[in-house]
């Protein structure tokens, strides 16, 4: 069974950069896409962007400017950078793998969950 | 494309047919997708391309719809089906709605 795992600091200052990583055992990192969701009280589920292999990536329209999504197929693991936060970043942060099925693996749907990590934006 | 589901609250009790719906601001063909969330939890995929189940997910879970419009019915509530649930389309970007909460009644 496929578990994933995310690890960071739990508080960043406004301004500075939000760094998360998810630790993916119990299968390749390879030929799956890979997402950061996040969740907050004010905005509810929000979709950041996904990774398919080392360099193929898309992005949420209103977060591009400030999102880098990359993976490290020798960790198994694939990070979020989000630049230049303020308090409204703040937010439960998701990693999820793309939903596969019948050979077909699709890139907008969560199929795998870590349990989540809470980022607080305050000084 | 905003997606508005309703009713915000469905109070129900075992055993009892649910239904929630899930409008979108303009069409998403069949690209819409369900999850369940309980308190403390990820979301779970229930329910992709409007109709077809996600692998290990109960037979009294079904979606239908097209479009706009877009239903999820739990034909039969068993006590862990009592969450949050959340409607999600992949046609422009990826967004989701703002869930609907069943709770008992």
């Known amino acids: 069974q496929v578990q994933l795992q995310e690890s960071g600091p739990g508080l960043v200052k406004p301004s500075e950069t939000l760094s998360l990583t998810c630790s993916v055992s119990g299968g390749s990192i390879s030929n799956y896409f890979w997402s950061w969701i996040r969740q907050s009280p004010g905005q509810g589920l929000e979709w950041i962007g996904y990774?398919?292999?080392?360099?193929?990536?898309n992005y949420s329209p209103s977060l591009k400017t400030r999102v880098t999504i990359s993976v490290d197929m020798s960790k198994n693991q694939f990070s979020l950078k989000l630049r230049s936060v303020t308090a409204a970043d703040t937010a439960v942060y998701y990693c999820?793998?793309?939903?596969?099925?019948?050979?077909?693996?699709?890139?907008?749907?969560?199929?795998?969950w870590g349990q989540g990590t809470l980022v607080t934006v305050s000084s | 494309i905003v997606l508005t589901q309703s009713p915000a609250t469905l109070s129900l009790s075992p055993g009892e047919r649910a239904t929630l719906s899930c409008r979108a601001s303009?069409?998403?063909?069949?690209?819409l997708a369900w999850y369940q969330q309980k308190p403390g939890q990820a979301p779970r995929l229930l329910i992709y391309?409007?109709?077809n189940r996600a692998t290990g997910i109960p037979a009294r879970f079904s979606g239908s719809g097209s479009g706009t419009d877009f239903t999820l019915t739990i034909s039969s509530l068993e006590p862990e089906d009592f969450a949050v649930y959340y409607c999600q389309q992949r046609s422009h970007w990826l967004t989701f709605g703002g869930g609907t909460k069943v709770e008992i009644k």
């Open positions: 391309d409007a109709s």
């Open positions: 303009q069409s998403v063909s069949n690209y």
């Open positions: 999820a793998r793309g939903y596969c099925s019948g050979g077909n693996c699709y890139a907008g749907l969560g199929e795998f």
């Open positions: 990774i398919y292999d080392i360099d193929s990536t």
